[in-house]
């Protein structure tokens, strides 16, 4: 099914609006003059593990080692991330390195 032009043009606004709400939201509820809540301030702190771990395990429930590479690629690729971060201390640096290093790994060399 074909959407027509105007059903695009409605759809980005949507999206548009939502997505400026989502950002706008959160300066109402937490105002700069106003305290931040202690809940907040703790899932601040520890949400960002609590997702990059949740994608770990994502991106690693279907590796077999029984079969194919047997996690090789996987296995190499995550190495390569946690040396870089902790060498670098720089998050964007590890993951973009580890995602081109797993990349390249199962595109060239282990023909996955």
Same mark, same amino acid.
């Given at each position: 099914?074909?959407?027509?032009? =105007?059903?695009? =043009?409605?759809? +980005?606004?949507?999206?548009?609006?939502?997505?400026?709400?989502?950002? =706008?939201?959160?300066? %109402?509820?937490?105002?700069?003059?106003?305290?931040?809540?202690?809940?907040?301030?703790?899932?601040?702190?520890?949400?960002?593990?609590?997702?990059?771990?949740?994608?770990?395990?994502?991106?690693?429930?279907?590796?077999?080692?029984?079969?194919?590479?047997?996690?090789?690629?996987? =296995?190499?690729? +995550?190495?390569? @991330?946690?040396?870089?971060?902790? %060498?670098?201390?720089? @998050?964007?640096?590890?993951?973009?390195?580890?995602?081109?290093?797993?990349? +390249?790994? +199962?595109?060239?060399?282990?023909?996955?």
């Amino acid at each position: 099914m074909q959407m027509s032009g =105007f059903e695009v =043009f409605l759809t +980005i606004m949507i999206m548009a609006v939502g997505t400026a709400a989502t950002r =706008f939201v959160s300066f %109402w509820l937490f105002p700069a003059h106003k305290k931040t809540p202690e809940v907040v301030v703790y899932l601040g702190k520890v949400l960002p593990y609590s997702v990059m771990g949740m994608l770990v395990v994502y991106c690693l429930k279907d590796v077999s080692v029984f079969q194919g590479s047997r996690g090789l690629p996987e =296995f190499i690729a +995550i190495v390569v @991330t946690v040396a870089l971060h902790l %060498w670098r201390k720089n @998050t964007m640096l590890s993951i973009s390195v580890g995602t081109a290093v797993y990349m +390249i790994l +199962i595109q060239f060399i282990f023909n996955v």
